[in-house]
């Protein structure tokens, strides 16, 4: 065990132009040395929906490596992580090696971000399972939401790393009436997507419940956003562009970004902005 020592140390606010009205992410911009079970204990302590801790890359394609740990374990991809840290690794004055974005390697793989005017965007990666929720995981979701299964317009797996799975209800005014027992799904990854009027500043309401990695309630989730709108986009149910509200029932004010490329590519952003530099000792 090495001595501690002093480490870079931020916390970012991700998908919100107002401070402190989005999804914070606590990086450390020296994991270097650090082991499996420090990290662990870091993300623990901070009590965040994810702690980050950037190390050298190991492909050399990549900017940097990045490990993303929540309370409960480690995930191999999340994405208002990967925002804040891209942010976190540019203000710390980085450059990256291709001028127009930024290659960050996870245990998911490469992620490429990249920067325009005050946001940044990451490129969905592949989803690791895809299809309709077989009828026994639906009745355990519908039942830990309190609604009948009728109420559900469609369902899928939208696994891109963490485990998602996501229900559409009717209308975004259901999605936030929703009072889930999460002691009914206690290994859940799974959201709530449903539809403003037309007209509205945002498309859709969502809604994302994390028992499984130990959040409750994730004030706005890149991950899930991005595997929802390749579905979503894929099979006509969502424009080529749209917005998300997220993280109204637990007091913030998210606002995400889901477009596709003309290749079909889905890219995720939204405002990024410091909220704390300091030091931590490890």
Not at 33 to 42: F, H, N
Not at 255 to 282: E, F, K, N, P, Q
């Amino acid at each position: 065990m090495h001595p501690p020592r002093t480490r870079a140390f931020v916390q970012v606010d991700v998908f919100s132009a107002s401070p402190f009205l989005g999804n914070p992410v606590a990086v450390v911009l020296d994991g270097t040395g650090l082991s499996k079970q420090q990290m662990q204990r870091v993300a623990s302590w901070t009590n965040l929906s994810e702690t980050t801790f950037v190390l050298p890359a190991t492909i050399p394609e990549a900017d940097y490596r990045l490990r993303i740990f929540t309370p409960g374990g480690e995930l191999p991809f999340a994405g208002h992580p990967t925002l804040g840290s891209a942010w976190a690794w540019l203000d710390a004055g980085n450059t990256p090696r291709q001028a127009d974005r930024i290659i960050q390697e996870c245990a998911a793989g490469l992620v490429t971000v990249r920067q325009e005017a005050d946001e940044l965007s990451f490129a969905a990666p592949p989803r690791i399972r895809e299809g309709d929720l077989d009828k026994g995981e639906l009745d355990r979701i519908v039942a830990a939401f309190g609604i009948t299964p009728e109420r559900v317009v469609a369902h899928q797996w939208v696994d891109n790393g963490p485990g998602w799975a996501v229900v559409q209800l009717a209308t975004a005014e259901e999605v936030l009436a929703l009072e889930p027992d999460l002691s009914l799904i206690p290994e859940a990854m799974v959201g709530a997507i449903g539809a403003w009027p037309e007209g509205s500043t945002h498309r859709f309401e969502m809604r994302t419940f994390a028992p499984g990695a130990g959040v409750a309630e994730d004030p706005a989730c890149g991950s899930m956003n991005a595997a929802v709108g390749q579905w979503l986009i894929s099979t006509g149910a969502a424009p080529s562009s749209y917005r998300v509200s997220q993280g109204t029932k637990v007091e913030r004010a998210a606002s995400i970004h889901v477009a596709a490329d003309t290749d079909g590519t889905v890219w995720v952003s939204g405002t990024t902005t410091m909220c704390i530099r300091g030091s931590i000792s490890l």
